[in-house]
């Protein structure tokens, strides 16, 4: 029940890992995943990309028009591959102000990887900027600028790459749905300020409308009876979803977009930038199936799922593996340390523990790093200023294709999502939550929290780490490690 899980969830735990030992409704998944048997595709892919504003009715039809960043004609540009082949994208900026395109999880080349000052120049108003890569994994991945992203991605800046070639049976449909909470004014359908001094110092500043695929609550049709592939992307700046299903049986396949054992899906916290594929058997026609949000104390309905034409046969729910990825395996032996903690940038705990009842309170808060705009570090460090202008000194030097593990500490009363660029890394362990051994481009770190992560530096190049809240980000919880 609710309250129970609430519970569960406070004291800092992902539950997922109870639904792994009790596998209910269907066969236990072998652990190892099959080996891809088709040829991977070939060729190159064009492909224009123009960010601009466009209008977009996210608080219904009826009502006032929010102005959207956005890469196409809609909200969350879609673009779908296959394995193997070699995007060229030409991107252009139609935006007032200066952007770049962040791949975000793809194992592409340092110069690709789209981060302003680090990786390439911004590219200003007006101008072109052309990206290309042939993305070695299948999965569901995103891309994003890396640069004013509390405001850009709170415009909605932010598009859906889907690359294919990974399913060792087909799934009866395919669906992408972007979680997203936007800060709307409900009367103008224009923006409340994206970020706040306190957001900033704590979990984040949260949105007032909850979207899937920008819209409030969507109701989507999908194949009775069939087993529906969904492709969940919180690309939120801020909130921290503990997503599950009701009245639909579902498993998950994939992890930021990682191939895993299907494992019965109950909830999983999905952090901003973090992605789950689950495999849903849609109800019977006209019957109903729900995404929710059971992190609140009140479970949001994000979904509904309602099963449309001939029913399929029955038959169990076993849903089908994924094919393995290509992820090079981190070795143990060998393997370089590495200590990375999530703190303040004061080290002052006095910022996080005001009353937020107290005016003189607030006064001291909005007074405290007020000059610096700096709130947070990785290992002591924090980020200068909000743009990557100025590059501080790396936190690390690697060497590429060595093993690395890494120990990440949250010194913090705050959640972070970390994410690290060029490396898709296996998360080993964490103390505080009963998570799979899995591959991932970003993971939760809960306050109190000691994740081990492992994984094989990439190319030479400066490779960014840090926080996914956005507010946090672009608040000095930022970093690089240089690859050498
Ligand atoms: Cu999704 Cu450095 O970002
Ligand atoms: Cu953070």
């Known amino acids: 029940n609710a309250l129970s899980r609430r519970m569960l969830l406070g004291g800092g735990l992902a539950v997922a890992g109870a639904a792994l030992v009790s596998a209910r409704g269907f066969a236990r998944a072998p652990a190892a995943l099959p080996e891809r048997a088709e040829a991977a595709a070939s060729g190159e892919v064009k492909l224009s990309l123009v960010a601009s504003e466009m209008q977009a009715r996210l608080l219904g039809p009826e009502g006032p028009a929010t102005p959207v960043w956005s890469y196409g004609e809609t909200p969350f540009r879609l673009v779908r591959i296959r394995q193997g082949q070699t995007l060229s994208i030409d991107f252009e900026n139609r935006l007032p102000e200066h952007t770049s395109i962040h791949w975000h999880g793809l194992r592409i080349p340092n110069d690709q990887d789209g981060v302003p000052y680090v990786t390439q120049q911004p590219v200003r108003p007006g101008e072109r900027h052309a ?45 992408a749905l972007v979680l997203k909470d936007w800060r709307l004014d409900p009367k103008t359908g224009g923006y409340l300020p994206f970020a706040t001094r306190r957001g900033e110092l704590r979990a984040g500043t949260f949105g007032t409308v909850r979207t899937a695929n920008a819209e409030v609550a ?93 029913a399929q046969p029955k038959r169990d729910f076993d849903p089908a593996p994924l094919t393995r990825s290509a992820i090079p395996e981190p070795r143990r032996k060998g393997a370089g340390r590495l200590r990375l903690a999530f703190a303040t940038a004061s080290g002052g705990k006095a910022a996080l523990t005001v009353d937020d009842d107290d005016p003189l309170s607030q006064a001291l808060l909005d007074s405290l790093c007020a000059a610096s705009g700096v709130n947070w570090s990785i290992n002591g460090q924090a980020w200068p200023g909000g743009d990557h202008s100025r590059l501080p000194p790396p936190l690390f030097t690697l060497q590429a294709g060595r093993s690395y593990v890494a120990e990440l500490t949250n010194e913090t009363p705050h959640v972070h999502p970390v994410h690290l660029h060029g490396a898709t890394f296996k998360v080993v362990k964490s103390t505080r939550a009963d998570l799979p051994v899995h591959f991932a481009d970003t993971v939760l770190l809960t306050p109190k929290d000691r994740v081990t992560i492992a994984f094989v530096a990439p190319e030479p190049g400066a490779w960014m780490v840090h926080c996914h809240l956005l507010e946090h980000q672009d608040s000095g919880m930022m970093g690089y490690v240089r690859v050498a």
């Open 131 to 175: 990206y290309r890569f042939t993305p070695p994994d299948t999965g569901t991945f995103w891309f994003h600028p890396h640069c004013d992203t509390v405001a850009q991605l709170g415009r909605g800046l932010a598009g859906v790459m889907i690359v294919e070639g990974d399913e060792s049976r087909p799934y009866d449909a395919d669906l």
């Open 218 to 310: 969507p109701r989507l049709e999908i194949p009775a009876g069939g087993d529906v592939r969904l492709r969940l992307l919180n690309l939120d700046s801020t909130r921290v979803g503990s997503v599950g299903f009701e009245g639909m049986e579902a498993a998950v396949i994939a992890i930021d977009g990682n191939p895993i054992a299907p494992f019965p899906l109950s909830e999983w916290r999905l952090g901003p930038a973090m992605r789950l594929d689950v495999v849903v058997r849609a109800p019977a026609e006209g019957a109903e199936g729900r995404l929710i949000d059971f992190f609140a104390a009140e479970p949001v309905r994000l979904a509904t799922f309602v099963g449309t034409g001939a």
